[in-house]
Each structure stands twice: as C-alpha cells, then as structure tokens.
C-alpha cells in the first residue's frame, strides 16, 4: 500500500483528555480577551479618546472581566489537576473525566458571566 492509504489504528477511544479540555477553554478565553478588549483598547490609546458608543464601552467591560476570571478560574483548575495527578495518580483518573470537566468549565462560564454582569 502506498503512505497515503495505510490506515490508522486508534487504541484509545477518548480522543480529548480532561486536560486538554482544560487547555482549549484556556486559549479559547485568552484569543478572545485579545480579541475584544485589546483591539478596542489599542485603538483608544492610539486615538486618545474613546471613540465608540457607551454600549460598546459596557460590552468591553463585560467581556474584559468576564474573560478575565474565566482565565483565572480555568488556570486554577489546571494547577489543581496537575497537583492531583502528580501526587495521586492513581485517583486521578476518577477524580478528572472528561465529563467532571466539562461540568466544572460549564460552571466556570456560569460564574464568571455573574460576576461579570454584576457592575453593568
């Protein structure tokens, strides 16, 4: 057969793990904190004033904090895994499923709009 029509065998069935689930949420929430607070504050500072409407400045806000502390709670429980896994591994694969994850990220995303909308 020729390289390109070998196939693959996957012995694994899970194809993400609880961390990487943990590291996509990390990087989807920093790409867009770059994305919508950044932009709009670089152009702020390029123009020395704020040119856009009041609506959006509550947006940024919003956003900017609530991106914020989705980061922060998401960093946390990346530490807290890998604490677990270093020093219980084998309780470790109970503890961090993909499903426990995905409900503590679900969480987090909860929380972390609250807080946001809290001062708008």
């Known amino acids: 057969k020729q390289w390109y029509q070998r196939r693959v065998r996957v012995s694994n069935p899970v194809l993400i793990s609880p961390s990487q689930l943990l590291y996509i949420n990390l990087s989807c929430c920093n790409i867009a904190l770059a994305l919508f607070s950044l932009t709009f504050g670089v152009v702020t500072l390029i123009s020395n004033k704020w040119i856009f409407p009041s609506l959006i400045c509550q947006l940024v806000g919003f956003f900017n ?33 993909v499903r426990r994850v995905g409900v503590s990220i679900a969480a987090f995303w909860v929380v972390s709009v609250v807080v946001s909308s809290l001062p708008v």
Do not use: I
Request: charged share 15%; aromatic share 16%; glycine share 4%.
């Open 65 to 97: 904090t609530c991106f914020v502390h989705m980061t922060l709670l998401t960093a946390f429980h990346v530490l807290n895994e890998r604490y677990h896994y270093m020093m219980n591994s084998r309780r470790h694969g109970r503890l961090y499923t």
